[in-house]
């Protein structure tokens, strides 16, 4: 099993639907992270999480919102789904040290709103 | 704000030429600087890092050095190979101001042709 899951790998949505993106990872660490990818932007960082009492907004937060339902588990969600939020979504963890020895990210989550 | 900036893509290479990725940064205090790649339909995975000054990361014939005094760490292959394409991304972390988030540049697509 890889490190970082993400689910769905792919989905299409309308626009106004809410749409629940899952994460879940294996490596047993405290940290972690939503990002968004778009064609000549880099990442984006959404919503960060150093524990499950702890979630904090990112650069980008408006129009998602995120669940750390478990140490392991960490979701984003857009409540109301518009056509610029389409992008590739990727969840990551990192280390205690905050990253120093690198992030893990998922395979990420394409996702199309029409 | 900590910003990374990286040299325009696409960049196209042939087979065993030497590459170099610009890439800068600009930050408040003492930054780790990450290279990560991205497969095409795959993650991002931690390509190589340097934690201080005058570090040399290397990893799979790849090797970029952290110079404080250029704000720098540019990404060198002296021989690229079909499967190095992929899209580069530079990327740092300031663990000392707590978020210790990665705030990554555009990203460099690189294509190899045999």
């Known amino acids: 099993d890889a490190d970082v899951t993400q689910t769905p790998r792919n989905r299409i949505t309308k626009t106004g639907k809410r749409i629940m993106l899952e994460c879940s990872q294996t490596?047993?660490?405290?940290?972690m992270y939503w990002y968004r990818q778009d064609p000549g932007l880099g990442l984006r960082l959404i919503y960060y999480?150093?524990?499950?009492?702890?979630?904090n907004k990112g650069e980008i937060s408006d129009g998602y919102s995120v669940s750390r339902q478990a140490q392991a588990k960490f979701s984003l969600s857009l409540e109301s789904a518009i056509p610029n939020q389409t992008a590739l979504y990727f969840c990551?963890?990192?280390?205690?040290?905050?990253?120093?020895?690198?992030?893990?990210f998922g395979s990420g989550t394409r996702l199309t709103v029409v | 704000g900590d910003s990374v900036t990286q040299m325009e893509g696409p960049v196209t290479l042939s087979e065993e030429a030497c590459l170099t990725i610009?890439?800068?940064?600009?930050?408040?205090?003492?930054?780790?600087l990450f290279w990560y790649v991205q497969y095409p339909g795959e993650g991002l995975q931690l390509l190589l890092k340097?934690?201080?000054?005058?570090d040399k990361g290397s990893n799979k014939g790849f090797e970029a050095t952290y110079r404080k005094e250029t704000t720098s760490f540019h990404l060198e292959k002296g021989s690229v190979q079909v499967s190095d394409s992929a899209v580069y991304f530079c990327?740092?972390?300031?663990?000392?101001?707590?978020?210790?988030?990665?705030?990554f540049g555009q990203g460099t697509r690189l294509t190899i042709n045999p």
């Open positions: 340097a934690t201080k000054a005058d």
């Open positions: 999480s150093f524990d499950v009492k702890d979630i």
């Open positions: 990327a740092l972390s300031e663990p000392a101001q707590g978020a210790q988030k990665l705030v």
């Open positions: 490596k047993g660490h405290d940290r």
């Open positions: 990551a963890t990192s280390d205690p040290l905050g990253g120093s020895y690198g992030y893990t």
């Open positions: 610009n890439c800068t940064y600009t930050a408040t205090g003492y930054p780790s």
